[in-house]
Structures are given as C-alpha cells and as structure tokens.
DNA sequence: CAAGATACCAAGCAAGCGCTTGGTTTGTAA
DNA sequence: TTACAAACCAAGCGCTTGCTTGGTATCTTG
C-alpha cells in the first residue's frame, strides 16, 4: 500500500480531513502559520485571512482557537503512525525496518507534513492539559513501532544501548533537522537516512 | 578551572549577571517562567510578581519583555561557551574530549541552567530579527568547539558519518533530553552520557 | 548631612486579543 | 419553488496585553 492510498483511506474514514475541503485547508494553512510565527503570534484573524473568510467565521467550523491546534496535532500523528507501520512492514530485515522507520519519520518532519510535526515539536506547550493527554494516547501507539525494531536490534547487538534511549535520541535528533536540513543543500533524503544511520553505526 | 570559578570571572567581567543581584535574579525566574509556560504566555505582570515588584518597574531594568529574553539566552550562550571550552582543555584523547562536550551539554541542559536552555531551544521565535542574528553569530563560537572535536574524530575514522551532520544531530537529541530526562529515574548524567557514547559506537 | 542617582509604586492608556451575536447569503434536496 | 440548513459577514464586547507616566522612597557618595 503506497503512501497515496493510505492518506485517501484515512480520509474515507474520517480520520484526517480532505485537504480539498474547507476544514482541511484550514489546518493546513494553520499548521504553516503555526510553525512560522508560532501558535500564540498567530490570532483568529491571520487564520480566517488565510483562506479568505471573516476572523468570526472560523468559529463555526472549530469551537476554539486552541481546537484548531489540537486538530491540526491529532491529524498529523494518525497519519503518520499509517504511514510508519507501512513502511515497517514492507521492510524485510531489522535493519532495513529501522533503515525505514528513520527515512519515514525524515520524510514527515522534512516533507509534505513538516510544517504540523514543526507544530508536534514545539507548540506542545500551548495545547491544554486535557489535549494534551489525548495527543499522548496516540503519540504512545507510534513510539511503540519504533521500540519494537529497536529492541529487537538492541538484543542482536546491532545497537549498543538502551532501546528506550536510543528512540529518544533519535526522536531529538530527526526532529532537529526541521531546523537546518535543506533538500537544496547538496544532500537528499536517501544520503541523510544513510548518514543517520552511519552515526549510529549500524550497517546495512 | 572549575566550574564555579568560571562563572565568577564570567560575573567580574559583566558578561554574566550575578544571580544575587536584582537584575539576575529576574533572569533566573524569567527563564523559569519563559520554559513552563512560554514566552507568549508569560506576561510582564508575571515575570514582576516573580522577583515581587509592580510590572511597570520591570522597564527600569529592561527596555523591553524582548530584551529580557535576548537576555536570557545570550548570559546562557556566554556560559556554557565557557563551560564547554574548559571541558574539552581538560580531556586528552579526542574521544575524551567528545564525551566531555556530550557530558558538558547534557549538565547545561539538564542542570543549573537547564531552564535558560530550554528556552535557547523553544523560544527562537520570539526574538526578532535583529536579536536572533546577534544570539547567532554567539551560537557559532560554541559550535566551533564541538566542530573541531568532530571533525578530529571523523579524519581517525572514529565516527563514520560527516562532522557537520552529526553534530546537528546530537544538538538535537541532547536538547531533546529536557522533555524526558529525570535525573531520579534510575539514569545518573554519567550513565546518560555512556549511552550517547555508546550510540555513537564510539567506545574509550 | 545634602544631593543626586537609582529603584520602585500606583494608575491607567492604547491596542490587540479570542470569541459572540444577529442577520444575510449560498447550497441542497424534495 | 419552497424550505431548511450550512456557511459566512459585519460589528463589536469584554478583557488582557506591553508599556508609559508622574511621583515617592531608598541607596550611594562627597
């Protein structure tokens, strides 16, 4: 199943919203200004000028400001959690399984999504306590994928460390590369996948 | 030269404020607040109640709420650039002074100035454009550092991956550690700091 | 002790914020 | 064509924000 038919699946089941439809264009104009000026620079007004309506009318489609954000989270982690453990099950070896995990977790924090995992990363905070918890829930059932292969690697002794703490390096280290990895800098995603893998010294 | 040492000299040339001092003292809070709650979120009238004074009394201090953040990072940068540098003088072997960095960062993350550095790494933002190249250009001194280290080890065949990119991905998987690490969860920093080596697969 | 600088308070202003309200337009389906 | 709901607008309310102002204590120094 390739990356096209998950994403119309998950929209058939409403479970991410049709970025052609008015909700899902929202959310994506929204995770942009969230990850440019941040969700608290960002007022109702710049949302609704975003895709052209009135700063009141936006509260017809979402009860708050603070939904939009949640929505724009919760979306992002249901669609990549599909996408992970795709791309984990079409890898053969455990280290082609992580080889895979680090290149699809690249592709969301640098592609098509990068803007709402850019808003995962660092507007955490701004949610409140109780989207919070929920965002968790699932964000616990993708870790899990990665912890899997990990662990499996750790037991083999591919990898010399912890599981738990390997995932979390790696969870800092590919989401840092929002910051400085650029796709015109003379090195794609295949040769930063290989890179990463090289730092953790696990062949191929 | 010990830590504690450094940071007197540091206090004696005006680069750093004295925490005892009124003016270091809101520092120390701001950071506090500016890592809980946000910089959007924390007003002026917060960061006042915090050292006990009014708000408007603040502006006798600061000429703006932004430049108590610009202040925060850059006394943090000033620090830790002379912190790291007193770590790698005193290892010997390139692996040694590898570790000492990693150890050296993980403390700054992790320890007395752990909230300052949070705020280094999640409030970029909220600086304007003519701060954030002056926190930038003092960024690149501190870089310099782990750089020269890195590049060491990569020309020995230590680590396997470009300097560049590994760095990179170990600013992003130490600062990372701030949303996970609890120093009473059965890990000390010494630990910590062998894991990450071991990650590497760079042995001592 | 005098006098200037430093540190602070009490009050409040102008602007911007999230969100509400009452009413109008647009789409849909019988 | 009619009836109803969904989508939107225009206006603005109540509140909070960063910051200013004019004045008063407190400290420092000759």
Chains 1, 2 share one sequence.
Do not use: C
Not at 131 to 148: G, N, S
């Amino acid at each position: 199943m390739n990356q096209d038919t998950i994403l119309k699946t998950l929209i058939a089941d409403n479970v991410v919203s049709d970025p052609a439809s008015a909700r899902g264009r929202l959310l994506k104009e929204a995770a942009k200004l969230f990850r440019d000026k941040g969700y608290e620079r960002t007022t109702v007004r710049d949302l609704a000028a975003a895709v052209g309506i009135q700063s009141g009318s936006l509260f017809h489609h979402f009860r708050s400001k603070e939904d939009i954000l949640k929505a724009v989270m919760v979306e992002t982690i249901q669609l990549n959690t599909a996408l992970m453990r795709a791309a984990v099950e079409a890898a053969d070896s455990h280290e082609d399984k992580l080889r895979a995990l680090i290149r699809a977790e690249l592709e969301s924090v640098l592609g098509q999504t990068g803007e709402a995992m850019a808003v995962l990363v660092f507007e955490w905070r701004s949610l409140s306590d109780g989207a919070q918890a929920e965002v968790l829930a699932l964000r616990d059932i993708y870790e899990q994928l990665w912890l899997d292969v990990l662990a499996t690697l750790a037991e083999a002794g591919t990898i010399k460390a912890d599981a738990f703490v390997v995932r979390r390096l790696l969870t800092g280290a590919l989401s840092w590369t929002i910051t400085w990895y650029r796709p015109d800098g003379g090195m794609d995603l295949a040769e930063l996948t290989d890179q990463v893998m090289l730092t953790l010294a696990v062949s191929h």
